[in-house]
């Protein structure tokens, strides 16, 4: 299949973030692939992005299984000659106190935040680096910089996303490829949603919402992020940032992530 213009690949497009950044970037006149665990609310997504530049492809598999990653970018490949921009939005996280968290959890948390994210970076820019250009967007967190006792190994994992995001770029720099990463604030999505109401029972917190008023309170900006402006940024570093910014991690918190 021919495109015309850029060609993009979101994964965790079955909603929040990655729904709004698939329907954003096919707005801007972007093919999208959507990629997710969930079927249903692929479909849901692929709804909202419409045929407008070219119809989506629907990719629903784990990017956890072996070899997934490398069968994605090569379905990409095959159907559309090519990938211009990789977004790995995909993510897990689960709340637990520091000395009852079990190997389940770190080895699901990792498998998803990690590894998928390192396995698809490589697969997208193998692809990218014969092309001779290309732009990878890694979604990370505060939470990469904070002790977060109840949170570890989704704080870990992001860590390692950061240094996944600086080690690509470097080897992906003298073939044309950028490779940047967002750090988002508390967004209204249904994983900060579930995150927090299961902070708030493990910190003895029966007054959920003052307990979220009280989280709220700490974002110097004085308010929770819009999923659309997290977007937004990711969306410029995609798009239209400088393609000589590469390796930089850009803070979407509203000052949460000051350091």
Do not use: C, H
């Not at 927090?196 to 917190?205: F, N, Q, V, W």
């Not at 003052?210 to 977007?231: C, Q, S, Y």
């Not at 400088?242 to 000051?258: F, H, K, M, Q, V």
């Amino acid at each position: 299949m021919a495109l015309e213009g850029k060609r993009a690949a979101v994964t965790g497009a079955a909603a929040g973030l990655g729904r709004e950044l698939a329907v954003e970037l096919a707005r801007r006149g972007v093919a999208v692939a959507l990629i997710d665990i969930d079927a249903k609310g692929l479909e849901q997504t692929r709804a909202l992005v419409g045929d407008a530049p070219a119809a989506p492809l629907v990719i629903a598999a784990d990017l956890t299984a072996p070899d997934a990653p490398a069968a994605i970018i090569g379905q990409i490949e095959r159907e559309w000659g090519g990938l211009d921009i990789l977004i790995n939005n995909a993510g897990f996280g689960r709340i637990e106190p520091f000395l009852e968290m079990k190997a389940a959890t770190w080895q699901k948390t990792l498998a998803v935040n990690v590894t998928a994210v390192a396995m698809m970076t490589i697969a997208a820019g193998e692809l990218m680096k014969r092309q001779g250009e290309g732009r990878i967007v890694n979604l990370t967190s505060p939470a990469s910089r904070m002790a977060l006792p109840n949170y570890a190994a989704y704080a870990a994992s992001k860590a390692g996303v950061d240094s996944i995001t600086r080690a690509a770029a470097i080897a992906l720099a003298p073939f044309g490829v950028r490779v940047n990463s967002v750090a988002p604030g508390m967004m209204d999505t249904e994983m900060q949603r579930s995150t927090e109401a299961d902070l708030a029972r493990i910190e003895g917190r029966p007054d959920v919402q003052a307990f979220l008023d009280e989280r709220t309170r700490r974002v110097p900006i004085g308010r929770r992020a819009e999923i659309a402006e997290v977007a937004a940024a990711v969306i410029w570093l995609a798009l239209d940032a400088p393609s000589y910014i590469t390796a930089e991690r850009l803070n979407a918190s509203g000052g949460l992530d000051r350091d």
